[in-house]
C-alpha cells in the first residue's frame, strides 16, 4: 500500500464523441468532446473539448476542427497527444499525487497497432502506467452486471463510432462482435436523407440534433415533429424544413439494422448454456446511442430476449474501467521508464 498510495488510480474512456476521465476518491473529473481546433498555418492547438465542439461548422479558413478518434481508435497521433495532455491536466489539478496509474478502454477488435497508439499517447501525456480493457468488459462492470458468476450475460456498448456486443461469463469475454457504425453514421444518414429529399445542406451538429429531438427506431405513440435548419441547395438561401419521426426513422433504417443485426449475430455465437441464462438475465445496452428511442424495443423484438438500457449508458465504461482498477495489483500496470 505504501508504494500504491503515492499514485492516483484513472480510468479513461477515450471514445469517438467524448472523452471521460474518473479519478479514484474524487469520482468523474473530466467529460468533454473528443475535437481539438487547429490553426491551419502552423498546426497549433487553439481549443480542445467542449471549446472546440462549439465551433464546429462555424471556423474561419484559417482554422480547421480535428476529431483524432474516429471509429473507437486513434486516427491522428499528434493530435491525439495533444488533446490528452490537456486532459490529463485538468484530471491532475488539486491531485496530492499526480502520477497516473490509468485504466483505458479499448475496443475488443482493436489491432495490436492500434493499441500501441493509445499507450504511446498516453506515454506522450505523462502517464506513469497503463492497462489497457475490453470496452465491453467495462461497459459490463460500470452497468453492475454479475460478469464473475459462472453465468451468461449480455452487453451491447453502441458508441459514435463503433458498436461492439458480447457475450460475458466468468469475468471475461466469450465471444463478440464490433461493427464501425455507431451515432456519427446515423448523423451522416440524416444529413444525405435530408439533402435527397428536401434538398437541404445541413450540418453534423443540426443532423446529430435531429437525431436527438425526433430519431427512432420503432413507431412512437406520440408523434415528433422539429425543424431542420440549413442551406437550400437549389436557391442557396438559409431555408427551414419541418421533418416529422417517421421521416428521421426512414433516414436511419440502414444504421439501426446493422446495429440490431450485429447484437443477434453475437447472440447466435454464444453456447447453448449461456444462451438459456440470457434468456432470463436479458442483454444491457450502453453507449450513447443506445439513448435512441425505441431502439431497445426494436433488438427485443428482432432478438427474442429482454432488453434494458443502462441507467447511465454514458458513463458506464469509465465506471466500469474505475471499479475494475480498484481490484487490481502493481503487477497488472504496464509502467514507462523507471518510475515506481
Same mark, same amino acid.
Given at each position: ?13 477515450l ?16 467529460n ?30 484559417s ?22 495532455r ?20 479499448? #475496443?475488443?477488435?482493436? !489491432? *495490436?497497432v492500434? &493499441? ?6 498516453? /506515454? %506522450?501525456?505523462? @502517464? ?47 465471444c ?5 457504425i ?16 428536401y ?7 443540426m443532423?446529430e ?8 427506431a420503432?413507431?412512437?405513440?406520440? #408523434?415528433?415533429?422539429? !425543424? *431542420?435548419?440549413? &442551406? ?6 438559409? /431555408? %427551414?424544413?419541418? @421533418?416529422?419521426d417517421g421521416?428521421?426513422r ?17 447472440l ?12 432470463e ?5 450502453t ?13 427485443e ?12 449508458p ?5 465506471t ?6 480498484k ?14
Amino acid at each position: 500500500m505504501g508504494l500504491l498510495s503515492r499514485f492516483c488510480v484513472a480510468a479513461l474512456d477515450l471514445g469517438t464523441a467524448n472523452t471521460l476521465i474518473y479519478v479514484q476518491g474524487r469520482g468523474l473529473v473530466l467529460n468533454q468532446a473528443s475535437m481539438v481546433t487547429l490553426r491551419e498555418s502552423n498546426g497549433s492547438v487553439e481549443a480542445v473539448g467542449q471549446e472546440a465542439r462549439s465551433v464546429v461548422g462555424r471556423t474561419p479558413p484559417s482554422l480547421r476542427i480535428a476529431r483524432p478518434i474516429l471509429r473507437g481508435t486513434i486516427a491522428d497521433l499528434s493530435v491525439c497527444g495533444s488533446m490528452l495532455r490537456h486532459f490529463i491536466a485538468k484530471a491532475r489539478e488539486n491531485l496530492l499525487f499526480p502520477r497516473l496509474h490509468m485504466a483505458v478502454a479499448v #475496443p475488443g477488435h482493436s !489491432t *495490436a497497432v492500434e &493499441r500501441l497508439a493509445v499507450i504511446e499517447s498516453l /506515454r %506522450d501525456a505523462d @502517464v506513469t502506467s497503463i492497462l489497457l480493457i475490453d470496452n465491453v468488459l467495462a461497459a459490463a462492470y460500470g452497468g453492475s452486471m454479475d460478469v464473475d458468476e459462472p453465468r451468461g450475460r449480455m452487453i451491447a456498448d453502441f458508441g459514435a463510432g463503433v458498436s461492439e456486443a458480447a457475450v460475458l461469463s466468468l469475468s471475461g469475454v466469450v465471444c463478440s462482435r464490433s461493427l464501425a457504425i455507431g451515432g456519427d453514421e446515423m448523423d451522416a444518414a440524416i444529413a444525405d436523407y435530408m439533402q435527397n429529399r428536401y434538398h437541404l445542406l445541413i450540418g453534423d451538429r443540426m443532423a446529430e440534433e435531429i437525431k436527438i429531438r425526433v430519431g427512432s427506431a420503432l413507431p412512437l405513440t406520440e #408523434p415528433l415533429k422539429t !425543424t *431542420a435548419k440549413g &442551406r437550400c441547395l437549389i436557391q442557396g438561401i438559409p /431555408r %427551414d424544413v419541418i @421533418v416529422e419521426d417517421g421521416e428521421i426513422r426512414e433516414a436511419l433504417a440502414g444504421p439501426v439494422s446493422h446495429i440490431v443485426r450485429l447484437t443477434r449475430e453475437t447472440l447466435e455465437q454464444a453456447p447453448p448454456e449461456l444462451s438459456a441464462d440470457i434468456v432470463e438475465s436479458g442483454i444491457v445496452l450502453t453507449g450513447g446511442t443506445a439513448l435512441l428511442r425505441n431502439l431497445d424495443r426494436r433488438i427485443e423484438k428482432e432478438c427474442g430476449v429482454p432488453v434494458m438500457v443502462d441507467p447511465n449508458p454514458l458513463e458506464s465504461v469509465v465506471t466500469g474501467l474505475a471499479r475494475m482498477s480498484k481490484n487490481l495489483r502493481r503487477n497488472h500496470w504496464r509502467r514507462f521508464g523507471n518510475t515506481v
